[in-house]
């Protein structure tokens, strides 16, 4: 099993700023792809942001591009995801995934029924 934690969540105005974490522990050898889910309310959950945990290989939803910014520290099996500039259709909870994917591009956009997930994070962007 692969435990998911994440912190940084909350609420900010619109051009705000937050980083997102997500801890990873247990067997994490076992996966590959990191990243960033969100369901925003009534929508299904959608990819945000990906990343080749091997590598520094990322990967972005269109509506996050030059937005947010995933990265990771591998020695703390961490992944981050910062967000600049956000607006109220972020609002969403965030979810951390890790699953072993051929394609970490690909993953973003499957509803993978093998991920492993965090708990989520609430992000709440007001106008």
């Known amino acids: 099993q692969v435990q998911l934690v994440e912190s940084g969540g909350g609420s900010v105005q619109a051009g705000g700023s937050l980083r997102l974490s997500c801890a990873a522990s247990g067997y994490t050898s076992r996966t590959n792809c990191m990243g960033w889910f969100r369901q925003l309310p009534g929508k299904e959950r959608e990819g945000v942001a990906t990343?080749?945990?091997?590598?520094?290989?990322?990967y972005y939803a269109d509506f996050v591009k030059g937005r947010f910014t995933i990265s990771q520290d591998a020695a703390k099996n961490t992944v981050y995801l910062q967000m600049n500039s956000l607006k109220p259709e972020d609002t969403a909870m965030y979810y951390c995934?890790?699953?072993?994917?051929?394609?970490?591009?690909?993953?973003?956009?499957?509803?993978?029924?093998?991920?492993?997930w965090g708990q989520g994070t609430q992000v709440t962007v007001s106008s």
């Open positions: 990343i080749f945990t091997g590598g520094d290989s990322t």
């Open positions: 995934a890790a699953a072993f994917f051929v394609g970490c591009g690909s993953w973003l956009r499957r509803n993978y029924e093998h991920n492993y």
